[in-house]
Nanobody, 128 residues
Framework: QVQLVESGGGSVQAGGSLRLSCVFS????????LGWFRQVGREGREGVAA????????SYADSVKGRFTISEDDNKNTVFLQMNSLKPEDTAMYFC?????????????????????WGQGTQVTVSS
């Protein structure tokens, strides 16, 4: 069973930065993708950023483009989400998730329903 563990959440003032980490296990077959999602209360999860593990493809939601950067340390099976210029509307529980595809996708997916395994989440709170 694939396990994911997020860390790095916390409280920060608007304009500040945080870096989230997700330690994951690769799937043994296919292309592994990892996405960061966020959720406020009982609302649906919003895809924030995604990356093809071991590849170069990344995707970002329009709301975070230019502020958030997703990257990986392949040697440590860790993906990072660097969040700069944080805004109060970025406040949410952040989850990382992984999925596997038998072929390379046209882009790293940001759709919640495509992801199989999920971490427990880490809270990010941005105050104005």
């Amino acid at each position: 069973q694939v396990q994911l563990v997020e860390s790095g959440g916390g409280s920060v003032q608007a304009g500040g930065s945080l870096r989230l980490s997700c330690v994951f296990s690769k799937y043994t077959t296919g292309y592994t993708y990892l996405g960061w999602f966020r959720q406020v209360g009982r609302e649906g999860r919003e895809g924030v950023a995604a990356i093809w593990i071991g590849g170069v493809d990344t995707s970002y939601a329009d709301s975070v483009k230019g502020r958030f950067t997703i990257s990986e340390d392949d040697n440590k099976n860790t993906v990072f989400l660097q969040m700069n210029s944080l805004k109060p509307e970025d406040t949410a529980m952040y989850f990382c998730a992984t999925t596997s595809s038998p072929y390379r996708l046209s882009e790293a997916p940001l759709f919640e329903n495509l992801y199989i395994d999920w971490g427990q989440g880490t809270q990010v709170t941005v105050s104005s």
